[in-house]
């Protein structure tokens, strides 16, 4: 039988996106001082780092059990499959549009990609939530440096101890390298003690990180 529209199928379908270019950060964070946003550089980074949190809350919800169907959501439908259990062999299949995987290769599509919500959930979803408001090129950098600090927490004894700085899930690299881009960029700017005063805090933690860490 031949089909009517020809989609792609399995680990083809699925898309993740990309984390953000050190470089990027590097031109959004040099035009501060200036006080002349680059707004189109803001929106870029802005909506990438929302795809990429977007991504992250998705596979999340994959890992407990509901799997948002990547064909029917680039078509604008919002379809989850639900598993079953937790075989890596269990087959998926959206009965919207017949897409179909195996769960041990979507694992494949995202595994060592630093898609791990871990500890910093309530940071990505925070930022979910409060972009899309943001109207100003301002109230998105604000936005924007918010999240690229976000720490996660240990899950279970000490839910406030800081664990590992979340840069490295948005932001390409590894994680000694993201953290230091950071540090060469961020808290640099003098005019805005808000900015400032967020950077020394996160700093504070990656030491209360300890050896789990870079120094
Ligand atoms: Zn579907």
Known sequence: M???????TGRAAVRWPPRVHKS?????????????????????????LYMRCQAIIT????RQGQVLCPVCNRAGREQFISRRGHAREELIHCPQCGWEITWADYQRTFQKKQFNEGGAGEGFR????HYPK???PWEKMLAIDLLIHEF??????EPDRPTRAACVNLIEGRLADVVR???????????????????????????AAGNWHPK
């Open 2 to 8: 031949e089909n009517a529209v020809c989609l792609p």
């Open 24 to 48: 990027q950060l590097r031109r959004l964070y040099a035009s501060i001082p200036t006080d002349q946003l680059d707004e189109k550089l803001v929106d870029d980074v802005g909506i990438s």
């Open 59 to 62: 596979i999340s919800k994959a």
């Open 126 to 129: 925070r930022y979910l939530e």
């Open 134 to 136: 943001c109207r100003t």
């Open 152 to 157: 996660h927490y240990s899950l279970r004894s």
């Open 181 to 207: 881009c950071l540090n060469e960029i961020s808290g640099v700017t003098g005019e805005h003690p808000e900015l400032t005063e967020r950077h020394r805090a996160w700093k504070a933690k990656c030491i």
